[in-house]
């Protein structure tokens, strides 16, 4: 900010962003708000202006809500999504500054030192931005000062615009409240008849500090313009994007590989820089007909390594249409993770590079969701003691710990001929007499009670490991409540 200029703040405070983001995608008539679980009860977060006119506010618990209100509609709170819904938010309003930062969990401050006749003056600035957030279905509240506190204390608690050096004037009438302290300290200022920022204002210092702390005046200062605050706006994430436009057009695949390897090189060194690790690369190849191709890979880990991820650009790159030539190629990650740096240790394992790598390059023919593995899951029941998930988006686990071995073929129980707790000396099964060599056992399971399972509803269960002397090595289990032989499993 250049000497001499007039410092302006202005405050946007939006007291129904929660409810306005949902209501924007699902529009809805009548009474509507968000709830929140807050110690074991469900609370109203967030209410429309028609919940408001019948009653209700924040932090009613919702029985007693839907008691005042029957025709109340409610939804849960997203408390992720309403922050980066104002991260949007303050992308927009960069539009009238560059110095734009977050004000709470629901507002946004701006210095608009400078840049308020570029609108036509303030109150032309901030007549667009109610008209652009009132079409986008927004309520907001404003307030404009030559302070940070100022500006706060107008949005919340009088909406109004504060004259250059005019500080005390306009927050005179305001209560302490505004002046951002706690509720505890306004209460206590409000017992000493200093309901009005302008009372305060004109009460004795010492006696002040000494009963409240330095956090008052500071606070009263700061809004006054006695104190200096800073506005400290957000940086922007960092983009993971290179460019590079050739002289000549080129269409040969090993000249558009040079290409990307040198985009490759750039980009990854972007991302050791801050640690990160690419999971998605889309390479954009236009043409100089002004058509685009784009390919895109996607990894089983994330990589910043440009001689790993080379080749596997190779058979998507080979299928390009380079028409009558490309002249300009572009490399993105467009989806990132964190890749911390490792030691260097010689006890790296260099098979699951591998196997990563051949992971990707099988992704890139079948797709990444195809590629799955087993993973152990908590359960004692054989169908529950595993899941399927995808190899790129997990990490392989330890065995199963099961006390007992449990076969690696595991099939639907398929009954065989026999009686008696005891394993049969001799049973059919899948058209073969087989004859019991060996049996240990047994392993009784029970159903687990709090899940429907009809396969299990017979009851307990008691598992054998049958060794014949054909050859084969079964699982078998005899059901007590409903006598019946099964087999289920075959180890190798």
């Known amino acids: 900010m250049f000497d001499g200029m007039q410092r302006r703040v202005v405050s946007l405070w939006f007291p129904r962003l929660a409810s306005n983001r949902v209501l924007r995608r699902y529009p809805l008539d009548g009474p509507f708000a968000l709830t929140i679980k807050q110690n074991n009860a469900n609370r109203l977060y967030c209410l429309n202006a028609e919940a408001t006119q019948q009653g209700l506010h924040q932090g009613m618990p919702y029985s007693d809500a839907r008691a005042f209100c029957p025709d109340l509609q409610t939804a849960p709170a997203d408390l992720p999504q309403d922050q980066r819904f104002l991260q949007i938010l303050r992308r927009w309003a960069m539009r009238y500054c560059p110095w734009v930062g977050l004000e709470g969990q629901d507002g946004l401050v701006l210095d608009v030192s400078g840049s308020a006749h570029i609108f036509g003056g303030e109150e032309g600035m901030l007549c667009d931005m109610r008209a652009r957030l009132m079409r986008a279905g927004l309520s907001v509240q404003i307030g404009l000062a030559d302070t940070r506190g100022a500006a706060w204390a107008l949005a919340h608690h009088g909406e109004g615009v504060a004259s250059p050096g005019e500080m005390l004037p306009a927050l005179q009438t305001l209560p302490v409240v505004a002046l951002r302290l706690d509720e505890k300290t306004s209460v206590a200022l409000a017992w000493l008849g200093l309901r009005k920022i302008g009372d305060l204002a004109a009460?004795?210092?010492?006696?002040?500090?000494?009963?409240?702390?330095?956090?008052?005046?500071?606070?009263?200062?700061?809004?006054?313009?006695?104190?200096?605050?800073?506005?400290?706006?957000?940086?922007?994430?960092?983009?993971?994007?290179?460019?590079?436009?050739?002289?000549?057009?080129?269409?040969?695949?090993?000249?558009?590989?040079?290409?990307?390897?040198?985009?490759?090189?750039?980009?990854?060194?972007?991302?050791?820089?801050?640690?990160?690790?690419?999971?998605?690369?889309?390479?954009?190849?236009?043409?100089?007909?002004?058509?685009?191709?784009?390919?895109?890979?996607?990894?089983?880990?994330?990589?910043?390594?440009?001689?790993?991820?080379?080749?596997?650009?190779?058979?998507?790159?080979?299928?390009?249409?380079?028409?009558?030539?490309?002249?300009?190629?572009?490399?993105?990650?467009?989806?990132?993770?964190?890749?911390?740096?490792?030691q260097i240790s010689h006890t790296l394992e260099r098979g699951k590079d591998q196997l990563d790598d051949l992971i990707s390059r099988l992704g890139t023919r079948i797709g990444l969701e195809n590629i799955q593995r087993f993973l152990p899951a908590d359960s004692h029941i054989p169908e529950r003691s595993f899941i399927i998930a995808p190899a790129a988006y997990c990490e392989p686990q330890s065995g199963w710990a099961s006390p007992n071995p449990r076969p690696l073929c595991l099939f639907p129980p398929e009954p065989i001929a026999a009686s008696g707790p005891h394993p049969p000396e001799r049973f059919r099964w899948r058209r073969m007499f087989l004859t019991t060599g060996r049996a240990t056992g047994p392993e009784r399971i029970a159903p687990e009670w709090w899940l429907e399972d009809d396969s299990w509803r017979s009851g307990l269960r008691d598992y054998w490991r049958v060794d014949t002397i054909q050859g084969r090595r079964l699982w078998l289990f005899y059901t007590p409540q409903n006598p019946g032989w099964f087999v289920q499993g075959e180890f190798p």
């Open 203 to 342: 009460a004795p210092r010492a006696p002040l500090t000494r009963r409240f702390g330095p956090d008052v005046l500071m606070r009263l200062d700061q809004a006054l313009g006695q104190q200096p605050e800073e506005i400290m706006p957000l940086a922007d994430p960092p983009h993971y994007g290179v460019r590079m436009t050739l002289p000549d057009p080129i269409g040969l695949v090993s000249d558009v590989m040079a290409g990307t390897e040198r985009l490759l090189i750039q980009l990854c060194a972007k991302l050791k820089a801050q640690e990160m690790g690419a999971r998605v690369l889309a390479v954009t190849l236009r043409r100089v007909d002004q058509d685009q191709q784009e390919v895109e890979l996607r990894l089983a880990r994330p990589l910043r390594d440009p001689h790993r991820i080379l080749p596997l650009f190779e058979r998507g790159l080979a299928g390009v249409d380079a028409g009558f030539g490309i002249d300009q190629l572009r490399l993105e990650a467009t989806q990132v993770e964190a890749l911390p740096v490792r």
